[in-house]
């Protein structure tokens, strides 16, 4: 048996069947690669490395009873940020299904990008983004049966095979009371629109090709809700949570009233809890606004139980 750094010991005898858990990315793409391996095998176990965009610890986040300091022997590894599709789930996917990075030709991206404009239609953003964000050799399959970012358009099975998965992920219970707590006090409901913004603003590139542009979309989508919608708010910097408030009003703009700046989230262990937290309330929401190529809002959406309405900005 291995210990992790909490003290705590895991079940890791070794033998074959345990499937570890190894991703180093964000905390969105941690837990799709943790929920992964749950669903590859009953003895899904987590590696939690602490690095310099991830400072807290596994048990700084959750109560489970899963990491472990090493990978045991004659354990697989699953440190890929995309769920896992297993042979069953193909039935589901026709080949060519997913939209997100999809090798389709820019000319029909094109095309279909202009068309999509004509309509006004926010929500079809992946499928025809002129030059869509490419992913690794080692995570992509060929095929494209892949199901991140694809929210609605996922098979119900697949949704119903993953949904108790994501349930299985038990938040220390100082953040979940905070959480409910405070979304008691503002009166979250089935009315509330929640808004994921990701500006990367840790990333210029990002920030210029991804975030500049979206936001015009977003104030659009929000503009044409009823004046009495509100938004429960999160991104990965205040101030543009702050430009958001100006525009609507602080009593429509709803945001978690952190200890930490959003866009020092990455800095501390608190500043991740909290970035939990907003994630915990944006799963509360029914009907979502996300960030292009956000795992964060993606997370959110199947901690919520895959059910929300997403609209892609």
């Not at 899963?66 to 996917?93: F, M, N, Q």
């Not at 795992?295 to 895959?306: H, K, R, V």
Request: one cysteine or more; proline letters at 6%; charged letters at 25%.
């Amino acid at each position: 048996m291995t210990a992790s750094p909490s003290g705590r010991r895991a079940p890791v005898d070794a033998g074959a069947g345990i499937v570890v858990s190894a991703e180093n990315a964000g905390l969105g793409n941690r837990l799709k690669s943790w929920v992964s391996a749950m669903r590859l095998s009953p003895r899904a176990l987590v590696v939690w490395p602490v690095t310099p965009n991830m400072p807290a610890r596994f048990s700084d986040l959750f109560s489970n009873d899963c990491e472990v300091d090493g990978v045991p022997a004659a354990a697989s590894v699953y440190s890929a940020w995309r769920l896992a599709i297993l042979p069953e789930d193909e039935a589901h996917l026709p080949a060519g299904f997913a939209t997100a990075g999809a090798g389709a030709h820019p000319l029909i991206r094109a095309v279909g990008k202009a068309w999509w404009q004509l309509r006004g239609r926010p929500d079809d953003r992946y499928r025809y983004m002129l030059f869509p964000k490419t992913h690794s050799s080692r995570t992509t399959r060929a095929d494209a049966r892949h199901i991140d970012f694809e929210y609605g358009r996922i098979p119900q099975p697949i949704r119903d095979a993953y949904v108790p998965l994501f349930a299985r992920i038990a938040v220390r219970p100082e953040i979940v009371e905070r959480v409910d707590a405070w979304a008691s006090d503002v009166g979250i409901d089935d009315h509330t629109v929640g808004v994921q913004i990701r500006t990367w603003r840790d990333d210029s590139r990002r920030h210029a090709k991804y975030h500049r542009a979206a936001f015009g979309r977003l104030v659009g989508l929000m503009e044409r809700e009823p004046a009495e919608t509100r938004f429960l708010a999160v991104a990965d910097d205040d101030g543009v949570l702050a430009r958001l408030a100006e525009r609507f009003g602080g009593a429509r703009i709803l945001t978690f009233p952190r200890r930490t700046p959003r866009a020092e989230s990455w800095a501390s262990p608190a500043g991740v809890a909290e970035d939990l937290a907003d994630m915990l309330l944006l799963a509360r929401t029914r009907r979502m606004f996300a960030s292009y190529l956000s795992t964060f809002s993606e997370t959110a959406w199947w901690l919520g139980g895959a059910s929300a309405d997403v609209t892609v900005f």
